[in-house]
């Protein structure tokens, strides 16, 4: 049986493109209205258009959007609306990882100060970071409906915190250093490395503000202590 607008049953070109489109609309609404609508799509088809082109076997993915846009130039616009792509694709990525049970705050306060800085944490699978020097968290928050003006009082370097530790996909700003602390932390580096490298890349670094994120946003689920476990949930 042939399906209406297809040959020999399968989807015809036109059909598939247009399915394409719509999937990096779904993905990407955030970015689709910061860009503007017809923007976004000149900018989709000629995403599709060149990922087509290149294999004629490859489907065309998704979370390759963000690097194709940020190719299309140098320009500042370009390159936050490719930052925003990116927080966008970070947060896809992040509803589909791997659950894992983050563990209690009630497993912090029981830590042994001396020994704070020697601990390793393993982090929630689905955590994912992005570095902008735009707010995009901001605009991000801001451009969630049609009825958002997405207007930013201030512009200023954000970064982001993308993770799933329960049902829901959460974007969190991060203070000051929190890029490098959390990104040293998912490397398996020490506490105390990891709060060497935060210090160094920006000194107003603050463990404390940092260390209540990453209770708050529940995203530790074990405290290692060389290749022992101090505190793990099944």
Known sequence: MRVPGTKSGRPDGLAAHRGLLDGLITHFPVTRRVAGDESFDAMARRFIATERSRAATRFPS???????LRSQGKASSIEYVAD???LEMARGKARYAADARPIGAHAF???PAERFR???LALHPSIFLVASRFPIVTIWETNQSEHQDGRVDRWSAE???VARPFLEVEVRRLPPGGHAFISALSQGRT???AL????????????AINRALLIEANIV???CEQARTVQLNA
Request: glycine fraction near 6%; include cysteine.
């Open 118 to 120: 020697g601990l390793r």
């Open 109 to 111: 306060p029981s830590l």
């Open 221 to 223: 689920i074990g405290i």
């Open 196 to 207: 060497d490298a935060a210090t160094a890349t920006d000194p107003t670094f603050d463990i």
């Open 159 to 161: 970064c982001a915190l």
């Open 84 to 86: 925003i792509a990116e």
């Open 62 to 68: 998704w979370e390759a959007f963000p690097s194709f």
């Open 191 to 193: 506490i105390a490395a």
